[in-house]
């Protein structure tokens, strides 16, 4: 025998050390710690209808800014108000109407005490009401916004009280009917404007349904 025979014979002899291990009994090979591909703990199945215990992404805000302060709804579905500041536009809006307001008011009190004409007392009467209301509803908006709504009149206001102040009887009358046709004719297209270009949807629409009443005024001065 040569000797790469018996070399041959030797090794032909010996185990072999890549074979796999026995099998246990039943056949089924065993599981020596290879990882679960399941993302739960131990690669145990849950039963159904349990929470997956991955991470979930955190829902977005329920509000968001509305430059316009509009309603606006979140993921939830529920309403809220987002009030912006005003703009410039809107803020001389609140303060021309807020002036004319206040003098609207004035001047008909003025009226109540010095007139004895009970059409020009009637028509007072409804300016103090009327100009009231719309300052009551108009001040909460302002200040919601961050607007400061003027305290005392105008300068032209200041004088005309102070010039109607001074008359009486059937002139005053007169100059106090005319000087409301005047201030309502500006109101009215104020409102208009302000219904229309307002920056803010509900100062806008505050605007928009208030110059009807506005616009009563003037037809009765007619």
Request: no cysteine; net charge positive; glycine share 10%.
């Amino acid at each position: 025998m040569t000797l790469w025979g018996a070399t041959a014979m030797t090794f032909a002899q010996q185990p072999s050390t890549s074979a796999n291990p026995p099998l246990p009994p039943g056949g089924a090979a065993a599981d020596v710690g290879t990882p679960s591909a399941s993302p739960n703990p131990g690669g145990i199945n849950l039963p159904q209808g349990t929470p997956s215990m991955t991470p979930q992404p955190a829902a977005p805000n329920a509000t968001s800014l509305n430059p316009g302060g509009d309603i606006v709804r979140g993921v939830d579905g529920a309403q809220g108000v987002t009030p912006a500041k005003a703009t410039a536009r809107d803020r001389n809006f609140l303060i021309q109407a807020a002036q004319g307001g206040m003098a609207e008011v004035q001047l008909a009190q003025l009226a109540l005490k010095k007139t004895d004409n009970q059409k020009v007392r009637d028509f007072a009467q409804m300016m103090v009401k009327d100009h009231s209301d719309l300052g009551a509803k108009l001040t909460p908006m302002a200040t919601q916004m961050g607007v400061s709504l003027p305290t005392q009149l105008t300068a032209a206001d200041a004088g005309a009280l102070s010039r109607l102040s001074r008359q009486s009887g059937s002139t005053f009358d007169r100059s106090y009917m005319a000087s409301q046709k005047t201030a309502h004719t500006k109101a009215l297209a104020l409102f208009q404007e302000a219904g229309s270009q307002a920056d803010n949807g509900a100062l806008r629409n505050f605007f928009a349904q208030n110059a009807q009443t506005i616009s009563t005024h003037l037809e009765m001065l007619k």
